[in-house]
């Protein structure tokens, strides 16, 4: 870890960065769905879907940098490389193997889903972390935590879903 203004004890500053570690591998594999959605994407919804998924990209692109970051500023190292995302990422492979655009939406959809999922699930221990670690008053707003809760709107009201209910 290296030397940081964070008064967090440097125990809770490791375990915060390996959380936001895992997290920022999940979102690195996602943006690369993302990618491959908008590459591969054919038919007559081709440019509405093609727009679509280069906007969902973007999103993702800012979890990628708020995460990264996070990690940085709790003394980490962000470990965004494709070999440390190949280990540690927790997604499933994308599942789109054809080019129609329902299959993508489906593939891409699921995997929001699941990103969702892991990030709600990441924001119960970092509340335990801090509150094993820092007394109760000052707990009213945890960047770390805030962050992860601070992209899980856009998630869970992600723009794929629509699609798939007509």
């Given at each position: 870890?290296?030397?940081?203004?964070?008064?967090?004890?440097?125990?809770?500053?490791?375990?915060?960065?390996?959380?936001?570690?895992?997290?920022?591998?999940?979102?690195?594999?996602?943006?690369?769905?993302?990618?491959?959605?908008?590459?591969?994407?054919?038919?007559?919804?081709?440019?509405?879907?093609?727009?679509?998924?280069?906007?969902?990209?973007?999103?993702?692109?800012?979890?990628?940098?708020?995460?990264?970051?996070?990690?940085?500023?709790?003394?980490?190292?962000?470990?965004?490389t494709a070999r440390s995302i190949v280990k540690r990422s927790s997604l499933s492979e994308y599942s789109a193997k054809g080019s129609g655009g329902r299959d993508h939406v489906e593939a891409l959809s699921s995997a929001l889903a699941a990103f969702g999922k892991l990030a709600r699930h990441a924001i119960n221990p970092i509340g335990q972390t801090m509150r094993r670690t820092v007394q109760a008053t000052r707990w009213s707003s945890p960047a770390s935590h805030a962050g992860c809760a601070s992209f899980l709107p856009s998630l869970d009201s992600s723009r794929l879903s629509p699609p798939l209910r007509g």
């Open positions: 870890m290296y030397p940081t203004k964070n008064d967090l004890p440097e125990t809770a500053r490791t375990k915060l960065v390996e959380l936001c570690n895992a997290r920022l591998a999940d979102a690195i594999d996602l943006q690369t769905q993302c990618k491959q959605a908008h590459w591969n994407v054919k038919g007559p919804s081709f440019i509405a879907l093609h727009e679509l998924f280069d906007k969902v990209t973007e999103d993702v692109e800012d979890y990628v940098d708020l995460i990264a970051e996070r990690a940085v500023q709790l003394g980490g190292v962000a470990e965004g």
